[in-house]
């Protein structure tokens, strides 16, 4: 079974960037797609972006269009998540996730424990 594990998280101002990371140990990410959602305090678990095995089609949300972009590094079982011009309203707990891919997180198995990312005003 794969674990997955994130990192990256942390305290910005508004208008900054981040990256997370979510590296893969124990079995790799091969032939998943792997996604990475968010849950804010109160908040149902939202789907943020996605990429499949090769990085040949990707997806996000519309609130992160144009800001966020997802990528993957096969050879280093890393899949990424680069944010940029990050408002207050990202703040959450982001989790990445591998499975069979879509915007829910039931088309998921595996799950990290999640990394907090917090965007101050």
């Known amino acids: 079974q794969v674990q997955l594990v994130e990192s990256g998280g942390g305290l910005v101002q508004a208008g900054g960037s981040l990256r997370l990371s979510c590296a893969a140990s124990?079995?790799?990410?091969?032939?998943?797609?792997v996604g990475w959602f968010r849950q804010a305090p109160g908040k149902e678990r939202e789907f943020v972006a996605a990429i499949s095995w090769g990085g040949s089609s990707t997806y996000s949300a519309d609130s992160v269009k144009g800001r966020f972009t997802i990528s993957r590094d096969n050879a280093k079982n890393t899949v990424y998540l680069q944010m940029n011009s990050l408002k207050p309203e990202d703040t959450a707990v982001y989790y990445c996730?591998?499975?069979?891919?879509?915007?829910?997180?039931?088309?998921?198995?595996?799950w990290g424990q999640g990394t907090q990312v917090t965007v101050s005003s």
């Open positions: 124990g079995r790799t990410f091969s032939g998943k797609t």
């Open positions: 996730a591998a499975g069979i891919g879509g915007k829910y997180p039931n088309g998921y198995f595996a």
